[in-house]
């Protein structure tokens, strides 16, 4: 069973959105997308200051299973990213809500983020694939 947080949204494509205010918003894997992929070997992040559109790939997650492209949920400009990462890749997997964080993105309509699924949603779309 995944662990997800009910004060996030999540797109389809298991990325998570948290609100930080400011019409900014952090962007991580799901706990079920980090076990679907396994052990993470390697985040490649987007460069700070891209312009992203909704859907649109912008980071690749690798692991010892698979590399699986990261989808932005919402489109806006990307403020920060997670340098962590870059020498401790395994935060995606022991702690995918929390250091585990992927990138922040300053949206464009930050009610973009409502359109995502809520929990609920989101234990619903991954109990159908």
């Known amino acids: 069973m995944s662990n997800i947080p009910a004060d996030l949204r999540y797109a389809s494509t298991h990325e998570w959105v948290r609100p930080d205010g400011d ?3 952090t962007i991580g894997i799901s ?14 992040l987007p460069d700070v200051g891209a312009e992203v559109g909704t859907g649109d790939d912008i980071a690749v997650a690798e692991s010892v299973k698979a590399a ?5 949920p919402i489109s806006g400009e990307v403020v920060a990213v997670n340098e962590d990462l870059e020498d401790a ?3 995606v997997n022991s702690d995918p809500y929390g250091d585990g964080w992927l990138f922040k993105i300053k949206a464009d309509d930050p009610e973009e ?8 949603g ?4 991954i109990e159908d694939e």
């Not at 699986?68 to 932005?72: E, K, L, M, Q, R």
């Open 23 to 25: 019409g900014v918003f």
């Open 31 to 44: 706990d079920h997308a980090q076990q679907l992929l396994g052990d993470m070997v390697f985040v490649e």
């Open 113 to 120: 983020a409502a359109a995502l699924f809520d929990a609920e």
């Open 122 to 125: 989101y234990e619903g779309s």
């Open 68 to 72: 699986s492209d990261v989808y932005a």
């Open 89 to 91: 890749p395994e935060l």
